[in-house]
């Protein structure tokens, strides 16, 4: 596609829930990032993946977070039994080198968790 | 050591005038500094970025410092406009493989017509 698609846009879901936030990135990208974005904070990585190398998880906040990419395209973070904190927008970005220069970031999704 | 430090958190110029943020790193692995432009419901969108063997890069308006000895580096927006009124983040990049970045808590710009 012309650029990254996140979806939802939004998603309101209740505490204790789990949720499944769905990212596909630029063709030909091999890189993929998802970072998350709280309130008046900065960006803060998540996990990242490179072509079929194992991906790098070192930002996963807990272990009821997880990601998958499939098919070296569209990736998948899901976030298991949701937490108010879990609330943020999520952020996830591609690059068409493994060095990641220009990052095109998605629109992300808005989580909410009530 | 591996956070960048950005301010001010928010900003408030005049049409016409001079914006100016700041951000400083420690780790000087960091290797490209980029800066990014984020609008409300947008995700952030590349700006314009440095490498640290230059003092200063222009692209327009926008204008990037950088102080490799004082682990400091500025993004300078001139005749600021309305329109430039975002959310600004820097950024570093670590050259350790996975190349992610590191991101700083953002500047809040507003533009006053």
């Known amino acids: ?114 | 050591q591996q956070q960048v430090k950005q301010s001010p958190q928010s900003l408030i110029v005049q049409k016409g005038g001079i914006s100016i943020i700041n951000c400083a790193y420690e780790n000087t692995a960091f290797d490209y500094f980029p800066w990014y432009q984020q609008f409300p419901g947008k995700g952030p969108a590349l700006l314009i970025a440095i490498r640290p063997d230059v003092s200063e890069k222009k692209e327009g308006r926008f204008t990037i410092s950088f102080n490799k000895s004082a682990k400091q580096f500025s993004l300078h927006i001139m005749d600021s406009q309305p329109g430039d009124s975002a959310t600004y983040f820097c950024a570093a990049r670590t050259d350790s493989g996975t190349y992610k970045y590191i991101f700083g808590t953002g500047t809040r710009l507003k533009v006053l017509a």
Do not use: M
Request: glycine residues 14%; neutral net charge; contains cysteine.
């Open chain 1, 1 to 114: 596609g012309a650029g990254v698609s996140q979806s939802p846009s939004n998603k309101v879901t209740e505490k204790g829930k789990d949720v499944e936030l769905r990212c596909d990135p630029i063709s030909g990208h091999t890189a993929l990032y998802w970072y998350r974005q709280s309130l008046g904070q900065g960006l803060e990585f998540l996990i990242y993946f490179q072509g079929n190398s194992a991906p790098d998880k070192s930002g996963l906040p807990s272990d009821r977070f997880s990601a998958e990419r499939t098919g070296g395209s569209v990736s998948t973070l899901t976030i298991q039994r949701t937490q108010q904190e879990d609330s943020a927008v999520y952020l996830c970005a591609s690059s068409s080198a493994g060095r990641g220069y220009g990052y095109t970031f998605g629109s992300g999704t808005r989580l909410t968790v009530v």
